[in-house]
């Protein structure tokens, strides 16, 4: 019986050191992006990809990341929560 507790327990640590993970990456891949590239990318809370070349027409050079992944929209979804979240909080502060 205790080994089957240990057992769940463990898989429960594993989950969480996951998620925890994941959402450092994913909050930490813009900025990398920014670094490599010059590109514009920020912080999600900073406006994420907005101010990335990749959406500024006359730009000479395209974020290969941002372009890419827009065709892909792997990250895409992403982008779209930190948005609405921002607009969210936002509309709210002007509420109040």
């Known amino acids: 019986m205790m080994n089957s507790v240990n057992l769940v327990i463990r898989h429960w640590r594993m ?5 925890v993970l994941l959402t450092l990456m994913a909050i930490a891949l813009a900025p990398f992006c920014n670094w490599l590239f010059q590109c514009g990318c920020d912080w999600p809370w900073n406006g994420l990809a907005d101010h990335c070349n990749a959406f500024i027409p006359d730009s000479p050079q395209k ?3 941002c ?6 929209s792997s990250l895409h979804s992403l982008e ?3 948005g609405v979240a921002r607009q969210t909080v936002s509309s709210s502060a002007k509420v109040l």
Do not use: G, I, M, Q
């Open 63 to 65: 974020c290969p990341w």
């Open 15 to 19: 989950l969480a050191l996951t998620l």
């Open 67 to 72: 372009v890419d992944y827009h065709e892909r």
């Open 80 to 82: 779209r929560s930190f």
